[in-house]
């Protein structure tokens, strides 16, 4: 086991595996950039190293000054976390040349499942279903011509990357030069690679995802599912676990499917295969996250394990004491991400200094933060400054306690979403569970109406 830990992020996920560290007896090693002198993780760890300026290419990115500070304070791996360097291969590969073990998967693995059209073609290959669609295409004619046999609508996805960006929905023929160029420059300018392929558009659907545990002798785990639906721009708000959506037998041919998927590319560490799930509650396989998941904190609630303590002692050479016919889901989860964001003036981040905050408790209440009293947010990083996670006995006691653990989260001195977790919690579809990926945008256009209902109203 290891003595000694870098974590190679920020925020709450960097207090979050510091917490993981401090629980196993490992010392750790925290960096920093300028603008983050006064973090949370920095006064928490052990040793802390200030690496560079603001903007993440100065510090999170900058791999060269994260080495060099493992090698000087004798970490004997690094904790990617999620987000920056935790999809690398270029920074895995790095750690191994610096005899640093990177707490995740190989550089190989994190290439093939980063490439998402090989990993399509991969999974297509091992049995998983996966969505209509194309490999990656350059030729904008050949494109063109590949659309019209694919049928519209359909999503161009970029190749790389993640987090929603190099992804364009095209209705028709009319709109798909111009959504194919465009994700490809967006891909190009986010990730260094435009290539992009292209999918059927499946909608309505689910967003599903199974986490997973993988050891380095060929044990895999499922850990049970998350739906991941509420969704702004791609980008989760909401998730929780077991999904309303799953039956016990779709449950366990989705579990099937992502432990093949797993054991298809020889996987290690934790990793999370995504699927959609349509309205006929056939599933296909989205894309594997080849690390650790924002919303990891849902299937730990049900399952009553530590997936970051089960990273750290699978990189270590542990093998899995779990297996899978000891995983129980106890319960529903429900995980709300609390972004410093104005709801009111189109989610534009937020910044400055909290002058006040109230942390609700209770049992099986969670919330994973950075921030403290007379904290400053500063305005170079991501908006999401916590996570409120709470764990009841069943969905509708989930939901009522989530809304009660919202109403008594305080946070003065910035703007933030927590009223509009509250307000779609008591949204009937999201109680019904029947919500789907595009629950979002139809909520923002009966509001508008229901407005301008209102507005119109004689007097």
Known sequence: MFSKILIANRGEIAVRIIRACREMGIST?????????????????????????????????????????????????????????????????????????????????????????????????????????????????????????????LLVKARSGGGGRGIRRVNSLEEFDNAFLSAKAEAQSAFGDGAVYMEKF??????????????????????????????????????????P????????????????????????????????????????????NTRLQVEHPVTEMVTGLDIVQWQIRIASGAKLTVTQDRVFLHGNAIECRINAEDVDHDFRPG????????????????????????????PYYDSMIGKLIVQARSRELAIRKMKMALSELTINGIKHNRDLHIDILSDPKFVSGEYTTGFMEERSVRLEYESRQRDEAPV
Request: aromatic share 8%; proline share 5%.
């Open 29 to 153: 090693v925290a960096v920093y950039s300028k603008a983050d002198k006064d973090a949370l993780h920095v006064t928490m760890a052990d040793e802390a190293y200030c690496i560079g300026g603001a903007q993440v290419s100065e510090s999170y990115l900058n791999m060269a000054a994260i080495l060099e500070v493992a090698v000087v304070s004798g970490a004997q791996a690094i904790h990617p976390g999620y987000g920056l360097l935790s999809e690398n291969a270029k920074f895995a590969e790095l750690c191994k040349k610096c005899n640093v073990e990177f707490i995740g998967p190989s550089k190989e693995m994190i290439e093939r499942l980063g490439d998402k059209d090989e990993a399509r073609r991969t999974m297509k290959a091992a049995g998983v279903p996966v969505t209509p669609g194309s490999d990656i295409i350059e030729d904008i004619d050949e494109a063109r011509k590949t659309a019209q046999e694919i049928g519209f609508p």
């Open 202 to 243: 499946l909608f309505p659907v689910k967003h599903v995802e199974m986490q997973l545990l993988a050891d380095k002798y060929g044990n895999v785990v499922c850990l049970g599912e998350r739906e991941c639906s509420v969704q702004r721009k791609n980008q989760k708000l909401i998730e929780e676990s077991p999904s």
């Open 245 to 288: 959506a799953i039956t016990p037998e779709i449950r366990k041919n989705m579990m099937d499917a992502a432990a093949k998927a797993a054991k298809a590319v020889g996987y290690e560490n934790a990793g999370t295969v995504e699927f959609l799930l349509d309205k006929d509650k056939n599933f296909y396989f989205m894309e594997m």
């Open 351 to 378: 910044c400055g200094t909290i002058n006040f905050i109230h942390v609700p408790g209770g049992p099986n209440v969670r919330f994973d933060t950075a921030i403290y009293q007379d904290y400053s947010v500063p």
